[in-house]
């Protein structure tokens, strides 16, 4: 779906806490769907993906879930670190083939503030 | 292995003007896309390259941007005359065929005034 909405949610947290940052998308026909994130002046930095026949998927400190009844995608961050601060954007894939194959849309992000 | 590569990394423009973004892929990927992401907002995608030819140019506002990638490796997005509201950040990005991953530049802001 579009983006929209000039207003990111937000999340703060305390270093060493868990986070968890929360998606939801708008195609049921979407196939794979990754994490990205996106320090302030950078451009986005991959972290984690996850295809629609999986439910959980685990990499380094975090872990991606997926509900396909609801449509929904988390990104679990443990032990979060002030480095982990940044905004946060799910994207999905639809499965459509042609010129729309790779397509990734993003979704409106979130913006992580980690204390010390 | 060298990211991709995008300048300049600012630039400041009146509007009506115009403005040329240049990026340059990830060695051996054959996909390209160009992104303009505006403040608070997720990316959203302008063209799509494979190799030199376009895929995807549904949402690139034709009147006034073009965009090419003539010999499948450097591209350039090109904004004729500019407008406010395309005040901006520009993000390429480029994916190897067996991967959906797409691997993004820093980007270019643009500011026009």
């Known amino acids: 779906g579009e983006n929209v909405g000039l207003h990111l949610p937000t999340l703060s947290v305390q270093e060493g806490d868990n986070s968890i940052i929360n998606c939801a998308y708008s195609n049921s026909a979407s196939d794979y769907f990754i994490w990205y994130k996106q320090e302030s002046g950078k451009g986005p930095q991959f972290i984690i993906d996850?295809?629609?026949?999986?439910d959980k998927r685990q990499g380094q400190r975090v872990t991606v879930l997926l509900n396909k009844t609801v449509k929904h995608l988390s990104l679990q961050i443990a032990a979060t670190q002030p480095g982990d601060s940044a905004v946060y954007f799910c994207a999905e894939k639809s499965n459509a083939g042609g010129t729309s194959y790779g397509k990734l849309t993003f979704g409106q992000g979130t913006i992580l503030t980690v204390h010390p | 292995e060298a990211g991709v590569a995008q300048s300049p990394r600012y630039k400041i423009i009146e509007k009506r003007q115009s403005v040329a973004f240049w990026c340059n892929p990830i060695?051996?990927?054959?996909?390209l896309y160009w992104y303009q992401q505006i403040l608070g907002q997720g990316p959203k995608l302008l063209i799509q390259?494979?190799?030199?030819?376009?895929?995807?140019d549904s949402q690139l506002p034709k009147d006034r941007f073009s965009a090419e990638r003539l010999k499948g490796v450097d591209s350039t997005l090109k904004i004729q005359p500019a407008k406010l509201e395309d005040s901006a950040v520009y993000l390429c990005?480029?994916?190897?065929?067996?991967?959906?991953?797409?691997?993004f530049g820093p980007g270019t802001r643009l500011t026009v005034t």
């Open positions: 996850i295809r629609s026949n999986m």
């Open positions: 990005a480029s994916r190897l065929g067996n991967s959906y991953e797409q691997y």
């Open positions: 060695s051996g990927h054959a996909t």
């Open positions: 390259f494979q190799n030199n030819g376009v895929v995807d």
